[in-house]
């Protein structure tokens, strides 16, 4: 019996060897970084000295990041409530075939092509009161009072429609996605018992788009609950504390306040806290 072994042959390390690099550039020397700030009260760049958890206890205190840390929750649950009910009816109308299919997934992708602070920036001048289309036609046209530089419900609800314009598209397309894998077998076998366009829905499409929606789920759960570029240039935050999310908070204290390591303890708890509640929620929606 033969013995030879053929030698092993590591050149794919060599493919591999440049994602290492990137992803400790990019993430792991950044985070080790964060986590040094964050034990640490900095005052200049060879002033500082060790606090512990210090700067943790106080985030965790503090009142305003408390109320910060439910609007973003509340806002994140309005998202999905609103977002992934449209993306699948918007899934649904899409066109399968033809022109009008190539047609419909390209006005679906162009709103996910505009840059974040491009979107609030048309949103800021489309909703003005005084020189927005927007805003003319629901003061003006309509005979709604709407400002939402001064009103916190009309801010909060423009940032909510200002997302939902900019991201259900993405739902959109991922539900499209999945419907176009479904065999046309199972339509076939449905069209012969009769089955309605409801029951089609709910015994064919649904199950099958399972997997899909977990994903949009979650990607739309992680970014709404991110969000800040979009709202910080709408509306700053304000009128107020209404539109004050986590991620502005955390701006303000870091840029603002330049204060290093109490941004870097919060900065820690905030993805800790995306990336365990993520875990729980996809399990619990494989498991559903």
Known sequence: MSTDRKPADNKAWFFVIPVIISVAFTAII??????????????????RIFVGSEWFRDVIGDPIIRDSFWRSIRFSVQVLLVQIPLGIVLGLA????????????????????????????IWQIFARADIGLGGYFVNDVLGISYNYTLVPRDAWFTVLLMDTWHWAPLVA?????????????????????????????????????????????????MDSFMIYTEPFVLTGGGPGNTTNFLSISLTK????????????????????????????FYTAMKRL
């Open 30 to 47: 950044p985070l080790i970084i964060v986590i040094n700030y964050s034990v640490q009260d900095i005052f200049g760049p060879d002033d």
């Open 94 to 121: 899409m066109p399968k075939r033809g022109w009008r299919a190539s047609a419909a997934l390209v006005l679906m992708a162009l709103p996910l092509l505009i840059p974040f602070n491009v979107v609030g920036m």
């Open 173 to 221: 397309l991922l539900v499209y996605a999945g419907l176009r894998s479904i065999p046309d077998a199972y339509y076939r076998a449905a069209e012969i018992d009769g089955a309605k366009r409801f029951a089609i829905f709910r015994f064919i499409e649904l199950p099958k788009l399972a997997g899909v929606l977990t994903i949009a789920v979650l990607l739309r759960f």
């Open 253 to 280: 204290i870091a840029v603002g306040q330049f204060d290093l390591g109490r941004a870097a303890a919060y900065s820690l708890i905030f993805f800790l806290f995306i990336q365990l509640f993520c875990f729980i």
